[in-house]
Nanobody
């Protein structure tokens, strides 16, 4: 089992920045690919970014590419999502997820463990 706890969400004005963190505990964090997804009210959960266990591969959705950076610190068992130039349409609950195959993926079905989410609200 892997437990994931997100933090760092909040209210920010459009154009601002936030850094989300996801702390993992349980099985060996370094073996897992990690992803960030988000879900806005009334919408389906969508992919944001992912990173492989080795950090050699990263993936971004077109909607955030160039504004968001995913990174991980395996020594701290933590994955980060740095979000810049935030827009009102980025408002959502953001979830991190762990993929036991280590690859990271844009596909939510590939993930085995999920956190509870952290709210990000971007005001116009």
């Amino acid at each position: 089992q892997v437990q994931l706890v997100e933090s760092g969400g909040g209210l920010v004005q459009a154009g601002g920045s936030l850094r989300l963190s996801c702390a993992a505990s349980g099985r060996t964090f370094t073996n897992y690919g990690m992803g960030w997804f988000r879900q806005a009210p009334g919408k389906e959960r969508e992919f944001v970014a992912a990173i492989s266990w080795s950090t050699s591969s990263t993936y971004y959705s077109d909607s955030v590419k160039g504004r968001v950076t995913i990174s991980r610190d395996n020594a701290k068992n933590t994955v980060y999502l740095q979000m810049n130039s935030l827009k009102p349409e980025d408002t959502a609950v953001y979830y991190c997820a762990a993929d036991r195959w280590g690859l990271g993926s844009p596909q939510s079905a590939r993930y085995d463990y999920w956190g509870q989410g952290t709210q990000v609200t971007v005001s116009s």
